[in-house]
């Protein structure tokens, strides 16, 4: 007699349960008493397994890329002969706005005439964009070597004690890892997405720079938080949503170090007032806070201008400077669309150690845009010179270069894990300050790496990225005894 198919799918799902709880066991394991562990909380308890959203997202973006497509810029593509510098943002003494690119008047008129038709379509018969109203969560872009980066993120998120669930959106199905994907991400309340399998609807070429916005438009909550894959919180983002700016403007963007370099160009084009350059810093995109419900306008058009970006829209928004991609089209949409938001004021700050010459510079501190509204309510500007007391870091974006475990420790133009001389240090240890100040109650830094420690050994032969490395728990493992456990270093 046959064993029933019911038999091994029963088995099946016991064996991934059980998978599933030793890694959640593991995790609470890891947890320092000053944090809260997985068994403070249910991860899944914040939302029901959503519906399958594909063939609404498919209808959507049939009717949609008819429209990116219809109302293109139909001139040759943008070419910066010459770059724009990159300046540092400054309140006084602002440099004048660089004018570098140079595009045909006639071809400015084509491009103006699309964009306008563009606009008024999304206006008068918007795409309905596809959500789950009353839903909010986090979204992120990930695969191939930054999966390992984005478990160490997303574990750092739940260290906070937040239940939100996440969606990590991948480019196709060589980048979906079943390990991962199907039992550690559920395990820790997240779930991948294949943008593949949405957008073979109406085939298109899209690179992964340009992701950003399609991970937002294919989303299931109504009301987002995206974080690129190597940045995380270090409080519970659910406040953001709960309060302002958020609640009134129902969209948040964080500076960058830098003044915009928009061309003059791209304001002329999308009838946009040219600001002037002392207005705000440039934009960081590493964190973006949105509502699908109010900014519908802000993404759609956003949206185009990363659709036709790499030839035309990112060099009209930054002329070649630092940065150049997606990180200036949500304010410069939100702008032309006349849809509020809040940029946080309080300027982003370079985390690292001291090295020959100045600073090794591997993170970026983003500060509490509650905080920074409070003050900036009130006319305190601090940027502006005005004295107050800063914000407090909410978030940390890791990004030079990614704390992957397999690549850490190699040989980088950043090398956050060493000296000078080769010997080993903390990544982050200035400015001391800062550092101080979001370090004061639980040791960040030495949290990130126990999170980096845990996924280069519990998962050192499950990503796909790291079939070609060897000794990376080991790796890390030496890293963390010198630089944690032994009485050499502080800790």
């Known amino acids: 007699m046959g064993v029933p198919r019911g038999f091994f799918r029963a088995r099946t799902l016991v064996g991934a349960l059980v998978i599933a709880s030793f890694l959640i066991w593991n995790y609470s394991q890891w947890t320092p008493s000053a944090s809260r562990s997985t068994s403070d909380y249910s991860l899944g308890s914040s939302t029901q397994t959503p519906p399958d959203l594909t063939a609404a997202h498919q209808r959507f973006w049939r009717t949609f890329h008819g429209y990116l497509e219809k109302y293109g810029p ?3 593509a943008v070419v910066e002969d010459e770059k724009a510098p990159t300046e540092g943002f400054k309140v006084k003494d602002a440099a004048p706005r660089p004018d570098f690119v140079k595009v045909a008047s006639e071809d400015v008129t084509i491009m103006k005439e699309a964009h306008t038709g563009f606009v008024s379509a999304i206006t008068s018969s918007p795409p309905q964009l596809q959500y789950i109203p009353g839903t909010r969560g986090v979204v992120s872009t990930a695969g191939g070597s930054y999966l390992p980066v984005l478990v160490i993120s997303l574990r750092m998120l739940r260290r906070t004690g937040s239940t939100l669930p996440m969606e990590v959106f991948l480019a196709d199905e060589n980048e979906y890892e079943d390990y991962i994907c199907d039992t550690v991400l559920p395990s820790l309340n997240a779930r991948c997405i294949v943008l593949s399998r949405i957008l073979v609807a109406a085939p298109a070429k899209i690179e992964k720079y340009q992701f950003k916005p399609f991970a937002m438009l294919f989303s299931s909550f109504e009301e987002i938080l995206f974080l690129d894959a190597d940045a995380f919180p270090l409080e519970q983002p659910e406040a953001l949503f709960k309060g302002e700016p958020f609640r009134t403007k129902n969209m948040v963007t964080w500076p960058d170090f830098w003044a915009s370099s928009a061309s003059p160009l791209f304001y002329e084009i999308t009838g946009i007032p040219t600001p002037d350059m002392n207005l705000r810093q440039s934009t960081e995109s590493g964190e973006v806070l949105i509502s699908k419900k109010t900014h519908t306008g802000t993404l759609l058009l956003c949206t185009y201008y990363n659709y036709w970006g790499p030839s035309h829209y990112y060099p009209l928004l930054s002329q070649g400077a630092a940065g150049e991609g997606d990180k ?7 702008n032309a669309m006349n849809e509020q938001f809040y940029q946080v004021s309080e300027s982003i700050c370079a985390l690292g150690h001291r090295k020959e010459g100045g600073m090794a510079g591997s993170a970026m501190a983003q500060f509490n845009p509650m905080q920074d509204y409070a003050l900036t309510s009130k006319g305190s500007w601090r940027v502006r010179g005005d004295d107050a007391p800063a914000p407090d870091v909410f978030f940390i974006h890791a990004n030079f270069p990614k704390f992957n475990p397999a690549t850490v420790f190699e040989k980088h133009e950043v090398n956050p894990a060493f000296l000078d001389d080769g010997t080993y240090t903390r990544a982050w240890t200035i400015p001391e300050d800062v550092v101080g100040r979001f370090s004061a109650k639980v040791d960040i830094e030495k949290e990130f790496w126990r999170e980096i420690l845990w996924t280069a050994c519990e998962l050192e032969h499950k990503f796909v990225s790291w079939d070609n490395y060897r000794g990376i728990c ?15 270093l502080p800790t």
Do not use: I, P, Q, R
Not at 328 to 334: C, L, R, Y
Not at 474 to 488: F, T
């Open 328 to 334: 200036e089209t949500f304010v410069a949409a939100a």
């Open 74 to 76: 139909d001139v040759n």
């Open 474 to 488: 080991a790796g890390v493992k030496d890293y963390w005894h010198n630089v944690y456990e032994s009485n050499g």
